[in-house]
């Protein structure tokens, strides 16, 4: 797609973003120059914090030039970025709450969340699997009878799995978790037989642990979690800001540097994922 389309979209690229209205959070931002971010810490590829306590990841390089963009659109040169460290059960309360503008990390767009948080265009899809400790013979779902399977207690992939359990009349316990390393400490320590999240999100669990060979990640793609950025309910101006920093970054093919900075071993964009971002690219 961005090989064949490279010159509409240098066309498209070229058309300014259009001023947005200020009033709710586009007021606010402006007023303060700081827009506040919450960020996950144990997210990787997506958003965690690195060995020097920066606040890294693809969400996190995409969500800072959105901050860019805004800030131009506000008419706020260099503006702040307030970061905000938050969890997988209290992400969608500090956007609900107004403790922070926007949340970048892993968050799957679904319609109950739809009902506490608005979200962004989709900036990634992702698909729940399975990891499990290499040689235990576990090859797939159906083969977790009388087996535990670790989730993240309220996550879009503990749902997926029990339904899918269910569904398959598989018996095994799935047994929540509050935080990811824990889960992946009760795999690596046999107290679990496997761990169920997002695909990427599982390998950058594996990445960090002292042997990642030990793990396997089965070929079981078990949903489909498309990504947004949670944003304030009732704001449309301040959504639309987003979607058009988003659109941009879409449309210029920034979003193929970024993508790569962090998935370079996966190749460029597939075909599912180019789709998303051309849908994304909004013209103005």
């Known amino acids: 797609m961005y090989r064949s389309c490279t010159f509409a979209l240098a066309l498209l690229a070229a058309f300014p973003a259009l001023a947005q209205n200020l009033d709710g959070r586009l007021k606010r931002i402006a007023e303060s120059k700081t827009i506040i971010i919450a960020h996950r810490v144990d997210a990787a ?25 805004i800030g131009n659109q506000v008419s706020v040169k260099d ?68 087996k535990k399977i670790a989730v993240i207690g309220g996550t879009t992939n503990a749902r997926a799995i029990n339904e899918l359990l269910k569904a398959r009349q598989v018996s095994a316990a799935v047994v929540p978790f509050k935080y990811r390393d824990d889960a992946f400490a009760a795999l690596e320590e046999g107290r679990v037989d496997a761990f169920a999240s ?72 597939g075909p599912v994922i180019e789709t998303l971002y051309m849908l994304g690219a909004i013209p103005e």
């Open 79 to 146: 503006l702040k970025i307030k970061w905000l460290p938050v969890t997988s059960l209290n992400r969608f309360d500090a956007i609900a709450k107004g403790q922070a503008d926007m949340e970048c990390g892993s968050s799957t767009v679904t319609l109950s969340r739809l009902k506490q948080v608005d979200f962004s265009s989709f900036i990634f899809l992702e698909t729940t699997g399975l990891m499990t400790k290499a040689g235990s013979g576990l090859r797939s779902l159906s083969d977790m009878s009388g």
């Open 45 to 69: 590829p997506f958003s965690f914090v690195d060995d020097s306590k920066a606040v890294v990841g693809f969400s996190i390089d995409l969500c800072k030039r959105v901050a860019d963009l």
């Open 198 to 269: 997002d695909r990427l999100l599982l390998i950058g669990s594996a990445v960090k642990a002292k042997d990642p060979r030990a793990f396997d990640l089965l070929p079981d793609q078990l949903s489909f979690e498309p990504y947004g950025i949670a944003l304030p309910r009732g704001d449309a101006n301040f959504r639309l800001a987003v979607n058009s920093g988003l659109a941009h970054i879409y449309r210029s093919g920034e979003i193929v540097d970024i993508f790569g900075r962090w998935f370079r071993e996966l190749g460029p964009p």
